[in-house]
């Protein structure tokens, strides 16, 4: 069960696109194993969209894998996000890794696009299976209470044979959504001890479904500084993150050393995870950078390390 580390973005905490594609190149050149873009159309500060920020990744980048943590299967037309994650994954060698859930309940991306979330996770359920079948036929056909599709096609198909479908989400609907379609399992904000019988109840539905996710296609993410409580835009991040998820941001976020992020990630290893989407803090493009480079330089070697001492094992 190899652990990776990606970084993700939820805003958008550069001063311009140069700044970004600097922070990119550092990821892309450092080891990192994946960049994750969260997936927000409506806000009053900078996000950027996720599936234009896949495209961008795939041009400018070589090496690093990506994905949207995770597109709201909800909100979007699902053959069009089929067609975009193929062409994404064809023209980038292979190296998407998309990922779906429902969207958020409380988002204003709803009523902005004149919808409801209400009967969402319908909505994304056979959304998921028109995405799937596009990827997996060379003909595909559907007809459910939301879409009718009849004999469609893509092509170029997506590089990657098996293109993967991360699922995020931890209620029961989810963990049978994931049981049902995904190859992996995103969580969300959810703490160690509640990750460990998310993961073993996705893995019960699975086998009763004659189904298996792979181990090391479980992940979830975190807020990582390296410094201290009061640095920087701390503060502020951990009131919206506790105004939002109604949860104590100080087992949430690992703050301190290199040893107090590698202590939360054994934390949510020990409990089935493998995967990770870190979310650097910082209040502009020097913190940005800084705060990735310590990750680069101190943890991401740690992370090497262990992974040789399984392989050994």
């Known amino acids: 069960m190899a652990v990776g580390v990606g970084l993700g973005l939820a805003d958008f905490p550069f001063s311009d696109e140069r700044a970004f594609w600097r922070w990119v190149d550092l990821c892309e050149e450092g080891g990192v194993d994946s960049l994750w873009q969260t997936d927000r159309l409506v806000s009053t500060v900078p996000h950027l969209e996720c599936m234009s920020v896949m495209a961008a990744l795939a041009g400018r980048t070589r090496r690093i894998k990506f994905g949207m943590n995770v597109a709201s299967a909800g909100l979007r037309e699902p053959v069009l996000l089929a067609k975009q994650c193929a062409t994404i994954d064809y023209l980038s060698g292979g190296r998407l890794l998309p990922a779906f859930g429902v969207g958020s309940p409380i988002a204003p991306d709803w009523g902005a696009m004149g919808l409801t979330s209400q009967g969402s996770g319908a909505v994304a359920d056979e959304a998921l299976d028109i995405i799937a079948g596009l990827w997996r036929e060379q003909s595909f056909s559907y007809a459910g209470k ?7 096609s893509i092509a170029p198909r997506p590089r990657q044979k098996d293109l993967p479908m991360w699922i995020g989400g931890s209620s029961k609907v989810a963990i049978r959504r994931t049981a049902r379609i995904g190859t992996g399992w995103q969580a969300g904000s959810e703490l160690p001890e509640e990750v460990a019988p998310v993961v073993a109840a996705i893995r019960e539905e699975a086998a009763a479904r004659g189904r298996r996710i792979d181990d090391d296609h479980y992940g979830t993410g975190f807020h990582f500084r390296f410094g201290g409580w009061d640095d920087g835009d701390l503060p ?18 690992a703050v301190g050393d290199a040893g107090a992020i590698l202590t939360r990630i054994e934390e949510y290893v020990a409990a089935g995870i493998s995967k990770f989407v870190l979310r650097p803090t910082g209040t502009g493009d020097a913190e940005m950078i800084e705060q990735t480079k310590r990750l680069i330089a101190e943890v991401i070697p740690e992370i090497e390390r262990i992974n040789a001492r399984q392989k050994v094992l």
């Not at 939301?146 to 469609?152: E, Q, S």
């Open 146 to 152: 939301h879409f009718t599709i009849k004999d469609a």
């Open 236 to 253: 502020k991040r951990m009131g919206a993150f506790a105004k939002r998820t109604k949860r104590d941001p100080r087992r949430h976020f």
